[in-house]
């Protein structure tokens, strides 16, 4: 790819994650119990909602490096990661209405969106949970004698669970094909993640365990890109599994309905203040009109998936009893 | 706070419990994720403030040390109340809770205790799809050594997390992850008892037992019960169970159902059915969800949930 | 090896089994701590020599990962045999037997499944006290998504093993801690469908159900009760359990017992005992380890298990 | 102490906990059903034995500096962790026998042999699974303000469960008062452990994660006894958790039915020459009559240990039912 055509890939990747979040923050507003919101009943986005808005440089700079054949694990916060690693808005959209054209036919939503047709292999509700599976998958492609390689994300919280040593470790053991993306935003739901994490942090963490890898400005898509090249570049050399550290923010609070009155207000101001679609804009050189063009086609492809998303057909009730278990199908009571 | 009713939230009986207890015993510590905010659900608001960040202690994400140092606390004298959010995450610290947690006063012949309060919120979470919405009473009955409560109202919730931590024992405490906001008449300090369940109407046809929020489902059913007069008991703690006023009821009214939101297949509703009817040999019905992961759309998720039909069903047709 | 009868071990009729497996299809792995080695039973002996380290794959001990990292495989094309020593260290990877494994494939809407088996082996293991006793059959047979099965026999071990690895479903394949040297004839390739009870003997007075080690104790029970006759059934599958046997036997004989090891309290016992007394309305009874930790001194360790006598007096009580 | 009689101390350990191992490898002859070996009826020790023979010069240098009001938490293989914190050889080979009078009462036995009147929290079972336990005790003499300290020891195999580095982060988080001792004895089961380890190894991991330690030779016990007196001293100034690594060998199998002939004979003859006593006894400079007093004191110790044990009552059938929980007491089917 050509560096402006690259440069104009990451500009819609996040442009549409952005215009995606808003989207379905705006479709939600009123779903979600925890944090003393109530329930309404026109809500369209039922259930948690935890929006990526402000960390797009992230899987954007990470994924324009992944072909269709690499794999992608993810988290509770996996919209970006699934737009960014090719899948389709509209269809994505549809499963946050809990619609049956969804990705999981409504059956995951978006604590569970997965999209195995472009090797997104699903958001996880639970922290770090994604880590072993993306290095079982990642052992798969080795066993298979696969050339692709896994990408993993992850938060900063998850790096105070078991399973991070664990699946770091084994990785390395058997010199498997993964990047692990530690996207850092600074928060773990309510708490500020600094507070309760010891040491130098993930990367010097992943060191330790004979991981090599870069820690970067995770607003700035175009030193997320070149250090995830590179790393990939590595990986795909057959030098085993990498570390990429990647420092963000999270814009909203923890689930859309959370209004993270426990963050200084300084520290947001800051933040917004350093958007990374902002900062790339000003400093990538790139045509206006061009830019316009991506925002304006992004617009419609949002529109368009609402559109597509609530006129879509609920899922069957009888849908609740596929795609289980083969043995005993059928014997569900 | 202390004198007379108060309306309180299920959560915030739990807390004004909490609060009790912390203030009158200074072995009594919290832990776990985000409590210092106050819990995601309130359900510590206002505690860390109270008591400092020494005793209602913000944790990393790290459900095995969470539980484990928990026992290691009471192992050397505090009594901890564990945060774990809801039952589909402790699924992290099993081995902390069942192979240490349960066992540990036993395996060293007394020499220590394990007095724990795990809160371990049960439930199906509207919209949290399969991952959130588990309800495992079940299991934890099925560990010797464990205790396992299942309020359903706030004054329950009060009361029960008090008996909890003054136990001495290790206490699975399942709160139900949508009755937090539920309101009603809390009369603080008032005393009930670990084990004892709740006959919420007398009646002479058929014995309904149920627990946690599947009490609101049950008193609807009830009130909808026409031609039949229910006794309707809230089981409230599931191991030790209420066998004896059960059973009595069973023998009174000769008939039995028993309804739960847990997946029926080896539920804990078998349990008691089996109990009764080897006890009793009358007719046992039991109504719990499929046995199929939650959903998040909302077709697929009402197909995970038991409904007031169902109990009407099942209480009408012996 | 293939032709004809051979007398093997439980353990080592497993191993054949995943030995065919692995020779007949390049996706089955096997992981684990030790398979290098042969598995500490021997139940993988010969096999990393066989098939080298790339598939039959040695872990750190990382149960939590080798569960994931299982999950991750299965997406991903291959068929990976679990290994966990004991169920009770499995109790440190739930998370990714319940909320992983066992709703993949649902949560993504059928994009993906998880065609794994992972061995769990049950049982109390003499002399291993609390921690290496458990029989968590019934937790597994609660959580939809999961097969559970429980091999009594060497054949059954080594039918049941490859129709777990064939089935493309996760199976959760308790193998008991106490078997593994038990020897028996087996009919190498020799089918046995999931799901399907044996009936090992037919009688008519009383259904007695019974899976894993406990089918040794019921045949000797069985030998014992003289005056009545009892139609005995290994149960092999917990889930999904064959409800068309026994519910044909139970209205035939019109009592039932169950019989297991695992504790009695929630244990799969009370699905069985409740199902009937719901379907027919006939005689239950159960017979189950008491809810106590498994004590190490051999005196203690015996009042954990259930014996030929308690089933006895229950084949004769009704 | 006098540095002689503190290396007479250091010896004393060291010897009754060898004269303990050997004893009871001896009463567990055909005890243990995993290797193939089968069971025997005149077997007095039931089970799975792991003996810490080798090994003995980590517990000794380390609970040395531990006063009985320090606490210390061990894992499957306690019998030397147990004797180094001051416990009863008798009650423990009684625990072993299975007897009313044994520590437990007979309900544990060697994997969860305790003694909490000298701050032994117990063996463990389950691989790491001692370390959250012996944080959470750090943790609860901070919240009660005692001035004691924790050992917490663990082999080299329970790095790579998840426990160990959340373990570690909280208590650096905490700034507990912990040592954490990886007693590495190169073996997991029957599995090398640098085989299933990545990185620089354990005292790596901990710095990543802010701890500071030392690795020593665990077969020196004059070295391990001062490395860990060296960071306890530190612990005790309130600085916060320390970790130490000591590197030995385990002489026998995993369990004591175990040949354990997956190992290289060389390697194992390399070991045996290094044995701690033999090495403490060459070069300690102390008098051979004090050593041989020793000996034949620790002899007549595990003698008489043996002749009780033999002769103690077994626990009563009831006992099964009691120290298990107080709600629904007598409620036991
Ligand atoms: C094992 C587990 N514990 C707790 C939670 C509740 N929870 C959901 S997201 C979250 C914070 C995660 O923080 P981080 O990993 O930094 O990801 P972020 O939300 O910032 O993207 C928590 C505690 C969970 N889902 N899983
Ligand atoms: C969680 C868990 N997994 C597996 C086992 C089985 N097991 C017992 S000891 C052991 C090896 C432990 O190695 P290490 O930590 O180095 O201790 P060592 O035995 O060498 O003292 C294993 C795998 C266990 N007890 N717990
Ligand atoms: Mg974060
Ligand atoms: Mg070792």
């Known amino acids: 790819m050509k560096s402006q ?220 890109d070149l250090a995830a090249s590179k790393l990939i570049n590595e990986i795909r050399k057959g030098k085993g599994p990498k570390f990429l550290h990647a420092i963000t923010y999270r814009f909203k609070g923890h689930v859309s309905v959370d209004p993270a009155t426990y963050r200084d207000g300084e520290e947001v101001a800051r933040a917004l203040a350093n958007d ?31 559109r597509v998303a609530a006129a879509a057909p609920w899922p069957d009730k009888g849908g609740a009893y596929t795609d289980i278990q083969d043995a005993g199908s059928g014997q569900w009571t | 706070m202390d004198v007379g009713k108060s309306r309180l939230s299920y959560g915030g009986a739990a807390c004004l419990a909490l609060d009790r207890a912390m203030a009158a015993d200074a072995r009594v510590v919290a832990l776990g994720e985000d409590v210092g905010r106050g819990g995601i659900f309130g359900q510590y608001r206002g505690l860390q403030q109270k008591f400092g960040g020494a005793r209602v202690i913000d944790t990393p994400i790290s459900e095995s040390t969470i539980m484990g140092a928990a026992v290691g606390m009471a192992l050397t004298g505090l009594k901890p109340v564990v945060e774990m959010r809801v039952v589909d995450f402790a699924l992290c610290a099993m081995d902390e809770i069942v192979n240490q947690a349960a066992k540990a006063r036993y395996m060293f012949g007394g020499q220590g205790r394990v007095p724990l309060v795990a809160r371990l919120p049960i439930g199906i979470w509207t919209g949290s799809a399969a991952q959130h919405s588990q309800s495992l009473e079940a299991w934890f009955a099925h560990v010797p050594g464990l205790v396992v409560v299942t309020p359903g109202t706030p004054q329950d919730n009060h009361s029960l997390l008090a008996a909890a931590i003054d136990s001495g024992d290790p206490v699975i405490y399942m709160e139900h992850k949508e009755l937090w906001s539920l309101e009603g008449e809390v009369v603080p300090g008032e005393k009930i008892s670990l084990g004892k369940a709740k006959i919420l109407q007398a009646g002479s046809d058929v014995t309904l037992v149920t627990w946690s929020r599947t009490v609101q489902t049950a008193l609807e059913a009830v009130k909808r019960a026409k031609n039949i007069s229910v006794e309707l008991i809230d089981l409230r703690t599931i191991w030790p169970w209420d066998r004896e006023t059960v059973l009595a009821s069973a023998a009174k009214t000769r008939r039995l159902v028993v309804a739960h939101e847990a997946v029926r297949v080896a539920g804990f509703g078998a349990e008691i059915a089996a109990t009764v009817a080897e006890e009793l040999g009358i007719p046992v019905k039991r109504v719990g969800g499929a046995r199929i992961p939650v959903g998040y759309s909302l077709p697929l998720e009402d197909e995970a949930r038991i409904d007031v039909e169902g109990i009407l069903r099942a209480l009408t047709n012996f």
């Open chain 1, 5 to 224: 055509d690259r440069a104009l890939a990451l500009y819609r990747t996040m442009a549409r994650i952005r215009a995606f979040e808003n989207a379905a923050e705006e479709a939600s507003r009123g779903g979600v119990s925890a944090f003393g919101a109530a329930l309404s009943n026109d809500v369209r986005v039922r259930g948690p909602l935890h929006l990526s808005t402000g960390q797009e440089a992230v899987p954007a700079g990470v994924c324009i490096n992944l072909a269709n054949e690499d794999l992608i694990t993810s988290t509770h916060r996996g919209h970006g990661h699934t737009l960014a690693k090719g899948a389709s808005m509209e269809k994505m959209m549809c499963e946050l209405f809990g619609r049956a054209t969804g990705f999981n036919g409504g059956k995951g939503g978006s604590m569970h969106i997965a999209d195995f047709s472009v090797g997104m292999l699903g958001a996880n509700g639970v922290v770090a949970a994604g880590i072993p599976i993306a290095v079982g998958a990642a052992h798969a492609l080795k066993v298979q004698a696969k050339k692709s390689i896994v990408a993993c994300f992850f938060g900063d919280g998850a790096i105070n669970r078991g399973p991070f040593l664990e699946g770091l470790n084994w990785a390395k053991v058997h010199e498997l094909p993964v990047l692990f993306v530690c996207e850092d935003n600074r928060w773990s739901a309510t708490t500020s993640t600094e507070a309760m994490t010891a040491g130098a942090g993930p990367l010097a963490r992943a060191k330790a365990i004979g991981i090599a890898g870069a820690e970067v400005d995770g607003n700035d898509v175009l030193a997320v």
């Open chain 1, 276 to 306: 990374p679609i902002k900062v790339f804009v000003r400093n990538c050189g790139l045509k206006k009109e061009e830019l316009e063009k991506i925002q304006k086609q992004t617009h419609e492809e949002v529109a368009n998936a609402l």
